[in-house]
């Protein structure tokens, strides 16, 4: 092999090694970063990883949240209308945080089934309801009415 091929074989080795490690620690790096979304049926059956950073969201269940009153601790429960989740947050809430308005919060799961909140996000006016939230309440009524229709047509059968 002619030395100038020779060396413009090396520079081309060189750089198509450094494009894959290149390539290989962009994709290390995003994957490290990624906030998967769960809804409160997905985390109750447990299809949710514990100890990994994930985005859940729904709605505030009324007459659940409990604050701490020497502490900036808030407990509530988060639902999707077909199950819910209860969350632990510590901190200042976003002053839209109420009973009944929908919610996303990001944090991780514990072993016991709780979701540890380090940043909750509400929602910022009454039209408005974050995309994955409202799919995840679309799915969980649809869930509903096919249970109800099921239910109904057993009942019309039986007599």
Do not use: C, W
């Not at 620690?25 to 447990?46: C, V």
């Not at 089934?113 to 006016?125: S, T, W």
């Not at 994955?132 to 869930?143: F, I, N, Q, W």
């Amino acid at each position: 092999m002619h030395p100038i091929r020779k060396k413009r074989l090396t520079i081309v080795l060189f750089l198509v090694a450094g494009l894959a490690i290149a390539v290989g620690l962009t994709t290390y790096a995003l994957r490290q970063n990624i906030n998967l979304f769960y809804d409160p049926s997905e985390i109750a059956a447990g299809n949710v990883p514990v100890d990994v950073r994930i985005r859940a969201g729904g709605m505030v269940e009324e007459g659940s949240v409990i604050r701490d009153p020497e502490s900036l601790k808030v407990e509530f429960r988060v639902t999707d209308f077909s199950a819910s989740v209860p969350m632990e947050y510590v901190g200042i809430l976003p002053d839209l945080f109420a009973e009944g308005q929908g919610i996303v919060a990001m944090g991780r799961m514990d072993a016991s089934g709780r979701f540890i909140a380090d940043q909750v996000l509400a929602k910022h006016d009454e039209q408005y309801m974050p995309p994955e939230v409202a799919d995840a309440l679309e799915r969980a009524s649809k869930g509903q009415h096919k249970a109800a229709d099921a239910q109904k047509a057993a009942e019309s059968t039986a007599y």
